[in-house]
């Protein structure tokens, strides 16, 4: 795929939280589906390989003040997006076993919503995991992602080690294992963000080749970057031409075995590696892509990657990203560099979720509302930190913000959770803690990418992001008698919507009038 315009703005969805699935929280591996059969997986290790990897990801939707989704006539006949693209494309998916047979990341506010929504459907990507009772746990189909998807690169250092902790509980509870591998939101990617990466144990992530310092990458196989201090992780680089016909071209799509014999077969064209590597091509998209974007495209999933004993051998064996991984050390695959501040979805860095990208046709009010959100950051953060002072160290306050997503998560209940880290405190301590941890929570999902990801701020995935900021600003001047709130807005007049002509503040107001909640 050559440079232009943003990687899959042709097939972002209308996209929206914890999972807790019926078979619960830590249930073992494999449960909810029956034993499956052989797949077209790793036959003979000299073969090319494919691999298919699905990025199923939903923004938070739920009214931080309601803890309920708004309907949302535009996804009729269903009450909204979430329910409308589960059943285009979560559950047929799921239910084809489709997911035993790709690499996947499932994003938290996804399976959070599928857990209390579709808990069927998340049964069966957590059994599809592991979907053999001898794989090898660190060969998992499913990947982590950091929480609330937010723009790392752009986040401050703390910011980026609790989303990306966040992340990883999150999968440890609804997976049931420590994960291996993370997806990076949009892919974004610089060396802080892969070294924080590294310390927590991950072990490999997936870019597109454009974020390799060289450009002319060989994407048929993985790579290590060094890290320094003795760390190093392992890159995947997807296909850039299967991934964006897969994508974007509907005709290349209809039928899977043409697909697998005039876009796949010819990519293994070569003899493979000097060193004996089978050559690996990787078709990484948005997940939703299989039915949702493209409909019945679950179907041609299910041809490609299990195309069952009747079908011609085509001339490479499917395989997951986590097999190709399968625990190995990043010594066994060659060095290369990354181009840092870069992403998947845009070929200009990652000035589309804090400038004036060229991709949007007017995005000059996309830095003035991340400035707004990083000073109201900012300001909940120094308030917190003094607030919490009277009753535990500043050490001890980030350390419970990076452990309170078990209380987002339900995994556990707020008194419990505070009670454990204020064993002496005063009940009125306790409820402070617990009330400056939830401002926490808000403030980290105001971040959320698709706030910033399209061309206009009147969208709802804005004014969900200005909700967030609404709820973490009114329970820091409830706990303080601060006035956080009427400084967020007067900032957030520095911005104005390029279709509707009025400003933040006004856009602000909308949606706070939308979900029923007083003005400032």
């Known amino acids: 795929m050559s440079p232009g315009p943003c990687r899959f703005e042709a097939v972002r969805p209308e996209r929206g939280r914890q999972c807790q699935s019926a078979a619960g929280r830590l249930a073992p591996p494999g449960r909810g589906l029956p034993p499956a059969a052989p797949s077209a997986t790793i036959r003979r290790v000299s073969r090319p390989k494919l691999a298919v990897h699905g990025h199923f990801y939903q923004p938070e939707r739920r009214d931080p003040f309601s803890g309920q989704i708004a309907p949302q006539p535009a996804a009729a006949p269903y009450p909204d997006w979430n329910a409308r693209i589960d059943a285009e494309c979560y559950k047929p998916n799921a239910e084809r076993g489709n997911l ?25 990507f957590a059994a599809s995991d592991l979907p053999n009772s001898g794989t090898d746990p660190e060969a998992g189909n ?10 790392l690169p752009l986040a401050s250092l703390a910011d980026r080690r609790t989303e ?136 041609f999933l299910a041809r490609l990657v ?35 501040r870069t992403s998947w979805s845009c070929h ?21 509302l991340r400035a707004a959100m990083e000073r109201l950051a900012s300001s909940i ?50 409820d402070g803690l617990l009330t400056l941890l939830e401002a926490q929570h808000w403030r980290l999902a105001m971040f959320a990418s698709d706030g910033w990801f399209w061309d206009d701020p009147i969208r709802p995935e804005t004014k969900q992001v200005l909700m967030c900021a609404a709820r973490a600003a009114r329970m820091m001047d409830g706990a303080a008698g601060t006035r956080l709130e009427e400084r967020f807005v007067d900032d957030l007049a520095l911005l104005s919507s390029p279709s509707r002509r009025i400003d933040g503040a006004s856009i602000y107001f909308e949606a706070l009038a939308d979900a029923g909640q007083p003005l400032a």
């Open 348 to 368: 200009h860095g990652v000035l589309r979720w804090t400038a004036e990208c060229p991709d949007a046709a007017d995005g000059r009010w996309k830095g003035p």
């Open 164 to 299: 990306i902790r966040w992340g990883l509980r999150d999968f440890e509870l609804c997976f049931g294992r420590r994960p291996t591998g993370i997806w990076l939101p949009e892919t974004a990617v610089d060396m802080p963000t892969l070294r924080i990466l590294a310390d927590e144990r991950v072990q490999y992530t997936i870019l597109a080749p454009w974020q390799a310092a060289d450009w002319r990458i060989d994407t048929g196989r993985p790579y290590r970057v060094d890290l320094g201090g003795g760390q190093a992780i392992v890159i995947v680089f997807y296909d850039p031409a299967l991934s964006a016909a897969a994508s974007f071209e509907a005709d290349a799509t209809m039928d899977a075995d043409a697909f697998a014999r005039n876009r796949v077969l010819p990519r293994f064209s070569g003899s493979g590696f000097a060193d004996g590597t089978p050559t690996l091509a990787v078709i990484a998209t948005d997940g939703e892509l299989y039915g949702h974007h493209q409909k019945f495209r679950d179907l």
């Open 381 to 430: 953060d120094t308030v917190a930190e003094g607030l919490s002072a009277d009753f535990m160290d500043t050490t001890g306050f980030w350390k419970a913000r990076d452990a309170y997503v078990d209380v987002v998560s339900g995994a556990a209940k707020g008194e419990d959770f505070v009670a454990r880290r204020l064993p002496l405190a005063s009940p009125q301590q306790r």
């Open 306 to 340: 299990n195309p069952g004993e009747d079908v011609p051998d085509r001339g490479f064996d499917v395989t997951t990203i986590g097999q190709v991984i399968g625990g190995r050390h990043p010594s066994a695959f060659p060095a290369t560099h990354i181009a840092e």
């Open 100 to 124: 035993r047979h790709i690499s996947y990341d499932l994003g938290p506010t996804l399976a959070s919503w599928l857990a209390t929504h579709d808990p069927a459907v998340m049964d069966k």
């Open 142 to 151: 499913a990947m982590a992602q950091a929480y609330h998807h937010a723009i």
